[in-house]
């Protein structure tokens, strides 16, 4: 869970000897393996359907202002952004050890609910594949 792009999960200088990205090519044969491995950074499903991996994705996903400046949301309140991360982390992490399909669908209804009032979650709602 972090920034990325299509090509991994970065580094961004937290992991010495990992250099740009903890999460990328050199670690495809190892999440072959798995298939109830959890992908949360921006362009994350390019990378895992690039490598035909599984598990749970994101695609673009907005977790701080400057992408959500990008993406046209400017002068967005940072407050809704900070919303949307908490619920978002807090629903990952209350089903990080339950099947994917638990995490899939209490994002769907949680998460959903405050994408009604909330652009920012809509938009990350939205880059989440359905399986």
């Known amino acids: ?12 200088g937290q992991f010495i000897d990992a250099g740009l990205y903890i999460v990328d090519e ?29 598990g749970f994705i994101t695609g673009m996903f907005i977790s701080e202002s ?35 399909d638990i995490l899939y669908n209490k994002l769907l209804i949680e998460y959903k609910l405050l994408a009604q009032t909330n652009p920012i979650a809509k938009f990350n709602l939205e880059q989440i594949p359905i399986t």
Not at 30 to 53: E, H, P, T
């Open 66 to 100: 400057g992408e959500a400046d990008y993406w046209g949301f400017e002068g967005i309140n940072e407050g809704l952004i900070d919303q949307s991360n908490g619920l978002f982390a807090s629903i990952v992490s209350k089903c990080i050890n339950e099947p994917l």
């Open 1 to 12: 869970m972090g920034h990325g792009s299509p090509y991994g999960l970065l580094s961004r």
């Open 26 to 54: 050199s670690t495809v044969s190892g999440l072959k393996k798995m298939s109830n491995s959890i992908y949360i950074w921006c362009y994350a499903d390019q990378f895992v359907q690039r490598y035909g991996l599984s």
